[in-house]
């Protein structure tokens, strides 16, 4: 059985678990999202004929929710935030540096599949403003010129 068959095989584990709770659209968006990575729009069309629901029901539930991505993210998420604190004392500096390091645009992974450039809202670190998260690692005070040290702690 090829990976992406198996993928689609424990992804209807899931959907048959779930399928007769009400509300299981979100365990099984979260199923898929651990399954593949992201919710992409075949897995999206697949739930949603499995679910017996819409396209559109899907497609808005994983689009509102942040905890669903509809492309694969990078080994490392770089989240700056750009909450008030954090914009006023800097943040755009600091994500445009990171755009510049890593060669792409927030909201995109980086070609070599390492990367994902994200801004966030309010990270609950106001007092560290600007801050920037990558995994789970919070980085505060930051200024651009940190940037490039920081980044190569993680780059192959």
Not at 50 to 78: C, H, M, N, R, W
Not at 105 to 126: N, P, V, W, Y
Request: net charge negative.
């Amino acid at each position: 059985m090829s990976e992406q068959k198996a993928k689609f095989a424990e992804l209807q584990t899931a959907i048959d678990k779930h399928k007769e709770e009400k509300g299981a659209l979100m365990p099984v968006l979260q199923a898929a999202q651990g399954i593949f990575g992201c919710v992409p729009m075949d897995v999206q069309e697949y739930i949603a004929e499995a679910l017996d629901t819409t396209l559109s029901e899907v497609y808005g539930v994983a689009t509102f929710y942040s905890q669903f991505s509809l492309q694969p993210k990078g080994k490392y998420v770089i989240g700056v935030c750009m909450g008030t604190a954090c914009y006023v004392r800097g943040a755009q500096k600091v994500l445009d540096r990171v755009e510049k390091e890593l060669n792409a645009e927030t909201g995109a992974t980086t070609k070599d599949g390492q990367f994902t450039i994200q801004s966030t809202r309010c990270l609950g670190a106001c007092g560290l403003a600007p801050v920037m998260m990558i995994n789970d690692e919070v980085f505060g005070r930051l200024t651009e010129d940190e940037i490039p040290g920081i980044l190569d702690k993680y780059k192959i």
